[in-house]
């Protein structure tokens, strides 16, 4: 009766995490002040950085309160999303009190508000950590089923909100309690020019240096030092939910802090990691820039080393690009120096959208092979990276929008099932985790697909996800793909390559690359 009700409601809504913890969730802005920047400042203008965790929780004795998935000022944020798809300001202002786009506002996550932190299992008695950069149109919230998914494996997930004018719209508080001002998306172009190419890496040195930073108070959280949070409720300490993540997370250990992001995320969680990386490296060519310039005594430079893992959702390539980055982009990750496991700590699944898009999938291969300064990508001296791609799915499948908006993902975006895609990669990321050597709750059989011989899928047994990393066709409509060549098509004659006009925004009003564009 319950799910037959829950059918009638038309509030968009997420189905429950599968893994093993209950997950809470508490949202994070500190001023920039309180922080060591590890790099020269890109603006004055951003004073704070601003992220929400999601955590394995203990199950409060009573509900703690709503988080509800439009952030505040809903109204706001709501009608940059709609600007986002390109209204005009006045046109927005109308379309965003339309009843059913004001029913966004009732959407919750299915977190407990600031719930109490679950004491750690592992050996270290500290919870394995991720931070995660957000997309294009997308903010802390945007991608909330697939990192609570990983925070109820065991997961702590950090999901900072760029201010670099890539989110429809974020809020900067100065004082807590009210929003100061908002910073609206920026909109560039997404064919190359030297006009965009400076653009984006204005975009990135903001991204970056917000990670950084990111890292910078994930260490003082850990370490129980006092941090002002400007979410916190007025009736808290100046820290407000923080003090219960002192001495639980991994995040001294050299390489313990995964990295994941995204498209554009993506493309910053690359070019950042590698900046950390090869921050003494020099190069010959005057004109070339760093948008990141980490000081060798830096606790970041510290943090990032061959071990340091990637996971890279749809990698947009066209902002590693640039004229003036060229030397860091022909130079590999980390994980393909001399002491590093070469590509099995790197992860990159892509949608079937991104797949079919020819020149960002051969820069991709380019990106994550163990020498990106060769036209034809290779890994010969390395075991090769995890590279799959979930058939029928759209750039959005990848994010919280195509559960949120299943009619819109299947009809325009022709995707089908992004609760399943969202598991797929869910599975992925933790196998590739397991395997790595960092402690994370087994996959449920239920999300493993593994149904006895009468058809019927046992519930609440765990186990350890094997078949997922295969590529052997074991899990249905899950494809491998090769570095070296283009295996992995399910029919050639199907799968229309795309244009390299090709353009990302499209991915959330047309379903990106899925048609040949022109200009």
Known sequence: MVSFLSHLNP????????????????????????????????????????????????????????????????QEYLGAYVRFLGASHRLSAFIRNLPFLRILAYTTIPVFHHAKLLQAPTKTSRWPVMVFSHGLGGTKNAYSHLLGSLASHGVVVIAPEHRD????????????????????????????????????DEQLKIRLWELGLVHEALL??????????????????????????????????????SWAGHSFGAASIVQFV??????????????????????????????????????????????????????????PLPSYSSEGPGGRNITAILSEAFFKWEKNLMELKRTISE????????????????VFYPVSSAHLSQSDFGILFPWLTKRVLKAQDPARTLRLNTRAILEVMRRNGIEVANTSSADMEQATSDGHIPQGQLGQDLSILKGDGSVPGWIALDLATSSGHVDEAANERTSENADPMDAVVQGEVTKTLSG
């Open 165 to 200: 004018g890539s989110a429809p719209l974020s809020c900067i508080r100065e004082k807590r309690g009210s929003a100061s001002r908002h910073v609206e998306y920026r909109s560039i172009s997404h064919r190359q020019s030297p006009e965009v190419e400076k653009a984006r």
């Open 371 to 386: 020498d990106p300064s060769l036209d034809t990508p290779l890994n010969k001296s390395h075991p090769a990276p995890y």
């Open 274 to 331: 590698k900046s950390v990386f090869y921050h003494k490296a020099q190069s010959a060519v005057s004109s070339h820039q760093r948008l990141f310039n980490p000081s060798t005594s830096s606790q970041v430079a510290h943090q990032i080393t061959p071990s340091s893992a990637v996971y890279l959702l749809d990698l947009w390539c066209l902002p590693l690009l640039g004229e003036h980055t060229r030397w860091l982009r022909d130079l």
């Open 220 to 257: 003082k959280i850990d370490r129980g030092e006092p941090l002002t949070n400007l979410l916190s409720e007025e009736s808290a300490d100046a820290s407000g939910h923080l003090a219960m993540f002192a001495s639980s997370l991994d995040v001294h250990t050299a390489g313990s802090i």
């Open 11 to 74: 509030t968009p809504s997420f189905p429950s995490y599968t893994g093993p913890y209950q997950v809470g969730s508490t949202d994070v802005e500190i001023p920039a002040s309180e922080l060591p920047s590890p790099s020269s400042i890109p603006v004055s203008s951003i004073p704070t950085i601003n992220f929400r965790i999601f955590y394995p929780s203990e199950r409060p004795a009573k509900h703690p309160g709503c988080v509800y998935w439009l952030p505040d000022p809903q």
